[in-house]
Nanobody, 113 residues
Framework: QVQLVESGGGLVQPGGSLRLSCAAS????????MGWYRQAPGKQRELVVT???????NYADSVQGRFTISRDNAKSTVYLQMNSLKPEDTAVYYC???????WGKGTLVTISS
C-alpha cells in the first residue's frame, strides 16, 4: 500500500522559510521520481518541482532560486526547502509519486504578515 505523508507546513511571514517533508512507504523509493505540487485557493494544482532517482531536478519558474528539493533514500523521504517565501506561495502542498495517482493529503503553507 502506497502512502505519502507530508509535514512541515504552517504560517510564515513573507520572506521567511519553511521545510516540507514527505515520507513515502510502499514504493521502491530509490528508483522513484518524486514531485511536489501545490494548489492555491481557487486555482488549479500546479507542479512545483520534481526530482529523479539520480537527483536531477526541474523547478517551476515561479520558485526557481528560492525552493530546493532534496531526497534521502535511506529514509524514503523527499524534502522541499522554501526560502524567501511570498504571499503567492500560499497553498496546500502535495507530494506525488511523479506520473502516478499516488498523492499525499497535503500540508498547508500560509504566507502572511
Amino acid at each position: 500500500q502506497v502512502q505519502l505523508v507530508e509535514s512541515g507546513g504552517g504560517l510564515v511571514q513573507p520572506g521567511g522559510s519553511l521545510r516540507l517533508s514527505c515520507a513515502a512507504s510502499g514504493i521502491d523509493f530509490r528508483i522513484a521520481t518524486m514531485g511536489w505540487y501545490r494548489q492555491a485557493p481557487g486555482k488549479q494544482r500546479e507542479l512545483v518541482v520534481t526530482i529523479t532517482n539520480v537527483g536531477r531536478t526541474n523547478y517551476a519558474d515561479s520558485v526557481q532560486g528560492r525552493f530546493t528539493i532534496s531526497r534521502d533514500n535511506a529514509k524514503s523521504t523527499v524534502y522541499l526547502q522554501m526560502n524567501s517565501l511570498k504571499p503567492e506561495d500560499t497553498a496546500v502542498y502535495y507530494c506525488n509519486l511523479y506520473g502516478s495517482d499516488y498523492w499525499g493529503k497535503g500540508t498547508l503553507v500560509t504566507i502572511s504578515s
